[in-house]
T-cell receptor
Framework: KQEVTQIPAALSVPEGENLVLNCSFTDSAIYNLQWFRQDPGKGLTSLLLIQSSQREQTSGRLNASLDKSSGRSTLYIAASQPGDSATYLC???????????FGPGTSLSVIP | DGGITQSPKYLFRKEGQNVTLSCEQN?????MYWYRQDPGQGLRLIYYSQIVNDFQKGDIAEGYSVSREKKESFPLTVTSAQKNPTAFYLC?????????????FGSGTRLTVV
């Protein structure tokens, strides 16, 4: 059974710092991995989607990498801003069907 | 603009009452999903549907029911059998056959038992 974990559960950094969020999964037979952002009381906003054949995806200050063999993905945020404060979730898509497994999320706070 | 619309944003249910949460998408996505989110917990799958007139139970389907009569719509009914329904409910959709595409989420409905 696929299990997805995210470390750390919470992170607080000063504005301007570069940071890395981690996502680990137990079954490397995945189809894709998606990173989401969730603001308090809101739905999830898709940030980046990485196919299993890809190693990384970039969007603005965000870069997500994928290492299937080690069961890990990282989300790199450059030059963090207070507006980046939110919970970040990763979700892994299995190969056999489209249901995804979500990690518990990392709560990020960027201090001005 | 294409997207997913969930309504209402806030919903209050009395004990023993059934309530229905609406989810509509205009993305032409095949698959739709309902998740429940509780404070400090991850998303848990309630029901999902890959095509019209077909749906499958997720991990926590007890006390919930769904229908998929139209591709665009996937309403969720929280029945009186659901003993702890207070939670944040999220609807999502994805393209089923083209598995390279990820999920799109609605803005959620917060249900409270009064």
């Amino acid at each position: 059974k696929q299990e997805v974990t995210q470390i750390p559960a919470a992170l607080s950094v000063p504005e301007g710092e570069n940071l890395v969020l981690n996502c680990s999964f137990t079954d490397s037979a995945i189809y894709n991995l998606q990173w989401f952002r969730q603001d308090p009381g809101k739905g999830l906003t898709s940030l980046l989607l990485i196919q299993s054949s890809q190693r990384e995806q970039t969007s603005g200050r965000l870069n997500a990498s994928l290492d299937k063999s080690s069961g890990r993905s990282t989300l790199y945020i450059a030059a963090s801003q207070p507006g980046d404060s939110a919970t970040y979730l990763c979700a892994v898509g299995k190969t056999s069907y489209d249901k995804v497994i979500f990690g518990p999320g990392t709560s990020l706070s960027v201090i001005p | 603009d294409g997207g997913i619309t969930q309504s209402p944003k806030y919903l209050f249910r009395k004990e023993g009452q059934n309530v229905t949460l609406s989810c509509e998408q205009n993305l032409n996505h095949d698959a739709m999903y309902w998740y429940r989110q509780d404070p400090g917990q991850g998303l848990r799958l309630i029901y999902y549907s890959q095509i019209v007139n077909d749906f499958q139970k997720g991990d926590i389907a007890e006390g919930y029911s769904v229908s998929r009569e139209k591709k665009e719509s996937f309403p969720l009914t929280v029945t009186s059998a659901q003993k702890n329904p207070t939670a944040f409910y999220l609807c999502a959709s994805s393209i089923w056959r083209g598995r390279g595409y990820g999920y799109t989420f609605g803005s959620g409905t917060r249900l409270t038992v009064v």
